[in-house]
């Protein structure tokens, strides 16, 4: 008997100690792989650095891009698009104007009533009408007679407010969010469809052509007076409410910048320069790439992966499209690398843009003591659980790419107000005010963000130039503005100067 219990107590003591053993391994393994985790968080953050040194070489690269693309076409990777808006508002504008606005899977109508200097926008009123499916990739003729068809139905319900003066036509001020190769301030060719669009009978036709023919069709009599994009449209709603605009900065889903330029300033500008001296660029600077800027491996998978690999890489690391993806890679990494959310990687996680920047935005927001909102979303999302450290990594992440966008939108602010002669203070001249007029859901609703961007760009100016600068709100440039350049440009406007 004695024997036996001895032999017992031997297996038991061996069980116990092979079951210490697993334990202590399975402790060891889990800290290394929670010290995988941190070093992926480290080398993420080292590579998303944006020291002010490494701002400042973006924002001269950014001015150098400028002035190539001014030279010549295709002379950069900024377009630098000449608008032919060379009349932004100024207040003293009366009368009603039209506005349409065609960006995607709904268009706009709306009219403005404006009243001048003392009154401004007396009265607005829109419509919003969905366009039916078929019509996005079917005939050319079909897409514009509906759009001219719900304008008419539109102009009908015009009340008493808005009295057209006798012999006069109406006039509109025409947004189109897709790309095209402007030839004057009312005409422009379209280059091709996106966001879902697939018209091939509309590849290479003057779009405001198009509505004409198709507005004519319905017996509607109306002149369309600019062709605008919605940064310009910022642009020009800024200007109209404060004379010190010079720049408009779009950071929304994508992200654009508009400013006013000297029209002696554009060495490809063919023909007589403009009465006012002035015209405004449109930079696309979605497009802006160079050395300086600080590109992450998830960033070149992230471009490889697009639909346009190589180009827009600005947006790729700065807009609302792109900043959810950027953390979603990262957190993949680190379930594939370092078991972050278990032993199994969450299905969820491997669908590209399932965390939208909206998410992004709520999580980074979270203050929370346990991170509730974090842990919601997350469970919400990729259906998993979540302990505490795991959501400090994440709104650690969440910090990382939000401060890289917005301090690099900071950069290309400065480039701009660089190239304008507006970053510094002039020795014995007086100082000169510069508003940056912004719009888009990512300045609006992305707290984090905005405010991030306004003291980068405030340390890029240094305490006295930033006095100077100020950034502004300035909504709806797709649908007020497009609005105020049609009464700009209007082409009674003589006859309202000299009666």
Request: aromatic share 8%; proline share 3%.
């Amino acid at each position: 008997m004695g024997k036996v219990a001895v032999g017992a107590t031997v297996v038991c003591a061996a069980a116990v100690c092979a079951a210490t053993v697993y334990v202590v391994r399975r402790r060891m393994k889990s800290c290394g792989k929670w010290g995988r985790v941190i070093e992926i968080l480290k080398v993420f953050e080292e590579d998303c650095a944006t020291p002010i040194g490494k701002l400042r070489q973006v924002a001269d690269a950014m001015t150098v891009e400028m002035h190539a693309g001014l030279a010549s076409e295709g002379g950069s990777k900024l377009k630098m698009l000449i608008s032919y808006v060379d009349n932004l508002p100024s207040g003293d504008e009366q009368g009603f104007f039209y506005a349409l606005d065609l960006g995607g899977t709904n268009f706009r109508v709306m009219r403005v009533l404006l009243g001048g200097k003392q009154d401004r926008v007396v009265k607005q009123e829109f419509e919003e009408v969905s366009i039916p499916p078929p019509l996005m990739t079917g005939a050319s003729d079909e897409l514009f007679n509906f759009i001219a068809e719900a304008l008419a139905k539109f102009v009908a319900t015009e009340g008493e407010d808005f009295h057209l003066q006798a012999g006069r036509q109406r006039e509109l001020g025409f947004t189109f969010s897709f790309p095209v190769k402007q030839t004057s301030l009312c005409s422009g060719t379209l280059i091709n469809w996106t966001k879902g669009f697939s018209i091939e009978d509309a590849l290479g036709k003057d779009v405001v052509g198009e509505l004409i023919k198709a507005m004519e069709r319905v017996g509607l009599d109306m002149n369309v007076t600019a062709l605008v994009n919605d940064t310009v449209g910022t642009l020009a709603g800024g200007r109209y409410y404060n004379s010190d605009v010079v720049a408009a900065v779009i950071l929304g889903t994508g992200t654009n910048a508009a400013y006013v330029e000297r029209a002696s300033a554009i060495p490809k500008w063919q023909g007589l320069l403009p009465k006012s001296g002035e015209m405004v660029i449109n930079m696309e600077w979605g497009n802006f790439r160079s050395s300086h800027l600080p590109l992450t491996e998830y960033d070149h998978l992230l471009d490889f992966d697009s639909l346009n690999p190589g180009e827009q890489i600005l947006e790729k690391i700065i807009s609302g499209m792109y900043l959810g993806e950027i953390l979603r890679r990262v957190l993949l990494k680190m379930a594939e690398e370092a078991a972050f959310f278990g032993d199994s990687i969450p299905p969820k996680l491997k669908v590209p843009f399932i965390i939208r920047t909206p998410t992004m935005s709520a999580m980074h927001s979270d203050t929370s003591p346990d991170l509730k909102v974090v842990g919601s979303k997350l469970k919400d999302i990729l259906e998993v659980p979540t302990t505490l450290k795991m959501r400090k990594v994440v709104i650690s992440l969440c910090n990382i790419i939000a401060t890289r966008g917005a301090r690099l939108s900071a950069a290309g602010i400065y480039g701009i107000l660089k190239k304008l002669g507006r970053d510094a203070p002039k020795d014995g001249e007086a100082t000169q005010k510069s508003v940056i007029a912004m719009d888009g859901g990512l300045f609006e609703h992305y707290t984090q963000f905005s405010e991030c961007m306004e003291s980068s760009l405030k340390e890029l100016l240094g305490d006295e130039a930033s006095g100077s600068v100020e950034v502004i709100h300035s909504n709806d440039g797709s649908g007020v503005g497009a609005a105020l350049l049609a009464a700009s440009h209007s082409q009674y406007l003589e006859d309202s100067e000299t009666s």
